[in-house]
């Protein structure tokens, strides 16, 4: 499946932002989505994920801030980013995910940057 990020920008603080991820090639509903974000400087790290079940995983740093879901008819997958604060400054990524692990699967694909000014 290939995967295109995009909806990344500049927010103040407090602010909002949509990312999305758009699936080609196979079915999202098929697979375990997720987004993860590499901060600079810093590992890649996991955000959150939606089970094929629709059944959706969060990181503690993002619980009650972001929210994953997902249009199985658009093959997409959304990540609404609420009250941004500047560490979630970073390059997001979407991917599937193995949940075992919690690790991609597959390649990275070129990330959508967010930058969050304080």
């Known amino acids: 499946v290939q995967l295109q990020a995009s909806g990344g920008g500049l927010v103040q603080a407090g602010g909002s932002l949509k990312l999305s991820c758009t699936a080609s090639g196979r079915a999202i509903s098929a697979y375990d989505m997720g987004w993860f974000r590499q901060a600079p400087g810093m590992e890649r790290e996991f955000v959150a994920a939606?089970?094929?079940?629709?059944?959706?995983v969060y990181a503690d740093s993002v619980k009650g801030r972001f929210t994953i879901s997902r249009d199985i008819a658009k093959n997409t997958v959304w990540l609404q980013m609420n009250s941004l604060r500047s560490e979630d400054t970073a390059l997001y990524y979407c991917t599937r995910v193995n949940m075992a692990t919690m690790t991609s699967i597959g390649s990275w694909g070129q990330g959508t940057l967010v930058t969050v000014s304080s």
């Open positions: 939606i089970r094929w079940t629709g059944h959706t």
